[in-house]
């Protein structure tokens, strides 16, 4: 199946570094999401945009969708070792009853 | 924020034999729910999409008679693995959306680990 483009595919980083990790797609959505999935469990939201320039942000975290509904961003501000996990990002078209496609990953490693 | 439960969290099972996994959406309604496969060190992959009171559909490349989906209810979509085989080992996440939601947020359970041994 379809899999967006992620990157980058890992990173290590100090704590209190700043983070950035971007999603690239050949074709539009309609909506993107961002998850975070932690080892041996399901992907928690961290953050939905819904318009094109959109940028929302929650907490440290701060996410925006690309003009073009082609790709998008995801920051994360002062990391923490709590941090660490797998970023996926994730596009939606409309119409399609929610159905996700989801990015290739990007596995983040904090160290103190 | 909503709330998706999958149950078993890990299944072992002697190869032949079939598992059953179910997601229950815990404090919503959910018309629709999907299934997704995820390979260690892999990104999702969407298997299916459950609708209640309908035949499930499956994406390309999934087998039906293999993964066999059932959503009797707003609340519970099941999935069997039938005649399990070490190739079908895999992480499987079901996730939901609120009735009515056509768009947005998706929830995800916690996943349910499968071996084949």
């Known amino acids: 199946g379809q899999q967006l483009n992620q990157s980058p595919q890992s990173m290590f980083i100090q704590e209190g570094e700043d983070v950035s990790m971007n999603c690239t797609s050949s074709?539009?959505?309609?909506?993107w999401l961002w998850y975070k999935q932690e080892p041996g469990e399901g992907p928690v939201l961290l953050i939905a945009?819904?318009?094109?320039?959109e940028l929302t942000s929650n907490g440290r975290l701060t996410a925006q969708f690309g003009i073009t509904r082609k790709d998008s961003f995801l920051n994360i501000s002062a990391s923490i070792p709590s941090d660490v996990g797998i970023y996926f990002c994730?596009?939606?078209?409309?119409?399609?009853?929610?159905?996700?496609?989801f990015g290739t990953g990007t596995r983040l490693q904090v160290t103190l | 924020g909503a709330v998706v439960s999958q149950h078993p969290s890990w299944v072992i099972c002697k190869s032949g034999t079939s598992v059953k996994i179910e997601c229950r959406s815990l404090?919503?309604?959910?018309?629709?729910m999907f299934w997704y496969r995820q390979f260690p060190k892999q990104s999702l992959m969407l298997m299916a999409t459950?609708?209640?009171?309908?035949?499930?559909?499956?994406e390309q490349g999934v087998e039906k008679d293999k993964f066999l989906i059932n959503h009797a209810s707003l609340t519970l979509s099941t999935l069997t693995v039938t005649s399990a085989h070490p190739e079908d080992s895999s992480f499987y996440i079901c996730?939901?959306?609120?009735?009515?939601?056509?768009?947005?947020?998706?929830?995800f359970g916690e996943g349910s680990r499968l071996t084949v041994l």
């Open positions: 945009l819904y318009k094109a320039g």
């Open positions: 996730s939901a959306i609120r009735d009515r939601v056509l768009t947005g947020e998706l929830f």
């Open positions: 404090d919503f309604q959910a018309t629709t």
């Open positions: 459950s609708n209640e009171g309908s035949k499930a559909t499956y």
């Open positions: 074709s539009i959505f309609n909506t």
């Open positions: 994730a596009g939606q078209l409309s119409g399609t009853a929610s159905k996700l496609t």
